[in-house]
């Protein structure tokens, strides 16, 4: 599939899952062998971890916590990494050396970026919760509520696709990737929107399931012997299995965010255009 071209709504949804559908072997092989050792650790540690660890903060508490934070780093890392990599040689000609090698050459840039996203994200988050519970009050502002979820989204992951495709400086990057969704925003954040309600979706009928098994096997939540049950219950293999499901739906899901931004690179700077014309200038009559 070629990223660098313009997209309207339509083309911003179904793009996504058709990129999925023909790469969908080599983006999930790729995904597991570079972060597949954290989720093992993180799953383990996860299982390790009893009751009384966790309310005490123990010892493994802050090793799983760790871990999940090292996993949940990659994992954003990987999409953004994948997807640069996949333009850049036009298709699936890398591995996950490729992949490991361009993220251990970046890895001060990437820190650097996520270090400053966590400043930047209280007052942003802050800005959130304000705008969800103003549009809390209505049903139609309910409906909305993915919407501006999928434009905060969108914000800090065309932020850091310019970051790392670029030489601009963080908020460079984030000025130019506000203006990237910005340009389309009903297309760009609506299909994003879209994307993430049919995970959450997902997500929210296996999590429902797992509530329902809870209610049917008669915990009581007040009693703390029935609540150890319960975490049992999350802590089984079975939970382990949703909570992977759902972490392969995120790195899909992460797919649209790369679409809209090549896409709309190409609309605001025609990279692709301009490449067709200097090849055509270089092809000998």
């Not at 890392?77 to 970046?106: C, E, H």
């Not at 809870?214 to 909570?243: C, H, K, T």
Request: proline share 2%.
């Amino acid at each position: 599939m070629q990223l660098l071209q313009e997209r309207d709504f339509s083309a911003f949804f179904t793009d996504t899952f058709q990129f999925i559908k023909e790469n969908f072997v080599h983006l999930l092989t790729n995904y597991l062998i570079v972060n597949g050792l954290f989720l093992l650790l993180h799953f383990a540690l996860n299982y390790m971890t009893d009751v009384e660890n966790m309310m005490n903060f123990g010892p493994l508490y802050f090793v799983n916590l760790l871990v999940s934070l090292i996993m949940w780093f990659v994992s954003v890392s990987f999409a953004v990494i994948y997807m640069t990599l996949y333009n850049q040689k036009d298709g699936t000609n890398f591995n996950y050396r490729d992949i490991i090698n361009y993220f251990g050459q970046n890895i001060g840039k990437i820190l650097l970026f996520f270090l400053i996203s966590l400043v930047m994200a209280i007052p942003l988050f802050i800005a959130f919760y304000i705008v969800m519970i103003l549009f809390a009050i209505t049903i139609v502002g309910i409906l909305a509520i993915p919407l501006v979820y999928a434009a905060f989204y969108l914000w800090f992951a065309m932020t850091f696709y310019e970051y790392m495709n670029t030489n601009k400086g963080y908020f460079d990057a984030m000025g130019y990737g506000f203006s990237l969704f910005m340009k389309k925003f009903w297309a760009t954040t609506g299909s994003s929107a879209l994307v993430f309600l049919i995970i959450f979706v997902i997500v929210g009928l296996i999590v429902g399931a797992f509530g329902l098994f809870g209610s049917f096997a008669g915990i009581n939540f007040q009693d703390p012997e029935s609540v150890m049950e319960m975490v049992a219950i999350f802590r089984s293999p079975g939970a382990v299995l949703v909570i992977l499901v759902y972490t392969i739906l995120f790195q899909f899901a992460q797919v649209n965010p790369g679409i809209i931004y090549f896409s709309q690179k190409e609309a605001f700077e025609g990279i692709k255009a301009k490449t067709n014309i200097d090849d055509i200038g270089k092809t000998e009559i």
